[in-house]
Nanobody, 123 residues
Framework: QVHLVESGGGLVQAGDSLTLSCSASGRTFSSEPMGWFRQAPGKEREFVAVISWSGGTTYYADSVKGRFTISRDNAKNTVYLQMNSLKSEDTAVYYC????????????????WGQGTQVTVSS
């Protein structure tokens, strides 16, 4: 059975940094893109970032571009999200995703999801 397990969430202050990790088990995703989505209370799930299988290509939502960095370690079957200069509007549950089909930006493109980790940014 395939599992994506996120970790690293927590409560921080505006301007702080936080790094999320997502470890995959049950199969390797070293040949597929992996990424992150988030969902704030009362809002739809939104795309945050995606990284190609090699790590050579990344895409970000405009709202996080320049502040967040996605990376991966295929030897560890793990993807990371380094979040700097956090804002209150970054407060959300962050989900790890893998193996998309289609545009990479739609939740429906992904067949594998983690359970989510809460990030709360206080202003």
């Amino acid at each position: 059975q395939v599992h994506l397990v996120e970790s690293g969430g927590g409560l921080v202050q505006a301007g702080d940094s936080l790094t999320l990790s997502c470890s995959a088990s049950g199969r390797t995703f070293s040949s597929e893109p992996m990424g992150w989505f988030r969902q704030a209370p009362g809002k739809e799930r939104e795309f945050v970032a995606v990284i190609s299988w090699s790590g050579g290509t990344t895409y970000y939502a405009d709202s996080v571009k320049g502040r967040f960095t996605i990376s991966r370690d295929n030897a560890k079957n793990t993807v990371y999200l380094q979040m700097n200069s956090l804002k209150s509007e970054d407060t959300a549950v962050y989900y790890c995703v893998a193996d998309p089909e289609g545009s990479w930006r739609n939740p429906s493109d992904y067949g594998y999801w983690g359970q989510g980790t809460q990030v709360t940014v206080s202003s």
